[in-house]
Nanobody, 124 residues
Framework: QLQLVESGGGLVQPGGSLRLSCAAS????????IGWFRQAPGKEREGVSC????????NYADYAKGRFTISRDDAKNTVYLQMNSLKPEDTGVYYC?????????????????WGQGTQVTVSS
């Protein structure tokens, strides 16, 4: 069973930073497209940022551009989401997801394997 485990969430003040990690076990991420998604209370899950296998293609939601950076370290079997200049509206549960394709659009329905999520709360 493929497993993805997110970590790095927490409580941060507006303007602060967090780095989320998504570690894979029982499979290697090399040939998988990876996405970060988030879900705020009462809202649908949405794509934050996604990265192709090999890391050559990345895309970001408009609200993430210039503030968030997705990266992958296949040697560590881990994908990261660096989040800077956080805002209260960034609050939610952040999930990573994987799919065995080189590239996927950054929409939840395109990804078959999901982690359990990590809570991010931006509040003063």
């Amino acid at each position: 069973q493929l497993q993805l485990v997110e970590s790095g969430g927490g409580l941060v003040q507006p303007g602060g930073s967090l780095r989320l990690s998504c570690a894979a076990s029982k499979f290697t991420l090399d040939y998988y497209a990876i996405g970060w998604f988030r879900q705020a209370p009462g809202k649908e899950r949405e794509g934050v940022s996604c990265i192709s296998s090999g890391g050559g293609i990345t895309n970001y939601a408009d609200y993430a551009k210039g503030r968030f950076t997705i990266s992958r370290d296949d040697a560590k079997n881990t994908v990261y989401l660096q989040m800077n200049s956080l805002k209260p509206e960034d609050t939610g549960v952040y999930y990573c997801a994987a799919d065995p394709q080189s590239f996927r659009l950054c929409v939840p329905a395109k990804y078959g394997y999901w982690g359990q999520g990590t809570q991010v709360t931006v509040s003063s």
